[in-house]
C-alpha cells in the first residue's frame, strides 16, 4: 500500500471513525469517558511492531510507551512518568516490554555510526554485546547474532524495570503487578514469550542471571 500525501491518511482516518461507529455507536461515547487499560507496553518505536495492530485490540486497552529498541532507563522521566501513571493511576496488572527481530536500534550497535543521539541511546546495548561477545560471535551471521543480542536486550531491561523503585515499591505493597519479556518476529508475525511471569524480586533475580555478563572461562 502507498500513501501520497496527508490527505490520504486524514481521509483514512474518517473511514476508520466512520468504520468504528458503525460497528458500535456508543463508541466513542465509552471511550472518551475514560481509559481502562488492563497492560502497560514498553515497545520499540519501529514503524513494523505497532502493539494495538499485532494484539489486535481496539483502542483503549494498551498503554503505551515507545522508543528505540525499547529501553527501559532510570534516568529517562519520559518512561518513569509513564510507568507511575500506569502503575499507581491506571493499576495495570501488567507490563510488557517488547522487542523484535531484525531490530536496527540493536543492529545499531555493531556498527560504527556517526550518529550522536542514537550512539548515546543504545550504549547499554552496545555495553551487551560486549558482555555476551563469545556467545554472540558461536553465531553464524548478522542477523543471528542480531536477534539474540535483542533478546538479551529484553532480559536486561525487564531487570532494569524490576530494578526500579516505582515496580519493587509495588511488590512490596502487595500491588498485584507483573512483567513480561517478549519479542516479535518481523518474519510471521508472531510474539514469543522470553521469560514468564516476573512477578517478585525472586523471578528477578532469575532473569537477571540469564542476562549477565559472561564471566571469561565460563
Ligand atoms: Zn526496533
Redesign the pocket.
Given at each position: 500500500m502507498e500513501l501520497n500525501d496527508l490527505e490520504d491518511l486524514l481521509q483514512r482516518n474518517i473511514e476508520w471513525a466512520t468504520s468504528q461507529k458503525d460497528k458500535d455507536s456508543e463508541f466513542f461515547v465509552t471511550t472518551s469517558k475514560e481509559q481502562k487499560p488492563k497492560y502497560c507496553w514498553i515497545g520499540?518505536?519501529?514503524s513494523r511492531?505497532s502493539p494495538s495492530q499485532i494484539l489486535d485490540l481496539p483502542p483503549g486497552n494498551i498503554f503505551v510507551h515507545r522508543n528505540?529498541?525499547?529501553q527501559v532507563n532510570a534516568n529517562d522521566t519520559n518512561c518513569l512518568s509513564v510507568l507511575e501513571y500506569a502503575i499507581y493511576f491506571l493499576e495495570v496488572k501488567h507490563i510488557i516490554v517488547c522487542?523484535?527481530t531484525g531490530?536496527?536500534?540493536?543492529e545499531s550497535s555493531f556498527k560504527k555510526q556517526s550518529s550522536k543521539f542514537i550512539n548515546l541511546w543504545i550504549d547499554n546495548i552496545l555495553q551487551l554485546s560486549i558482555d555476551h561477545k563469545r556467545d554472540l560471535d558461536t553465531l553464524n551471521c548478522t542477523t543471528e547474532r542480531v536477534d539474540r543480542l535483542s533478546e538479551l536486550n529484553i532480559l536486561s531491561q525487564i531487570v532494569n524495570l524490576g530494578d526500579l523503585n516505582l515496580v519493587k515499591d509495588a511488590w512490596t505493597r502487595n500491588i498485584d503487578l507483573s512483567l513480561h519479556g517478549w519479542i516479535y518476529s518481523l518474519s510471521d508475525g508472531l510474539l514469543h514469550d522470553l521469560t514468564g511471569k516476573v512477578s517478585s524480586l525472586n523471578d528477578l533475580t532469575i532473569i537477571r542471571s540469564l542476562c549477565a555478563p559472561q564471566i571469561s572461562g565460563d
Open positions: 520499540c518505536s519501529d511492531v528505540i529498541a525499547n522487542g523484535h531490530c536496527g536500534g540493536v
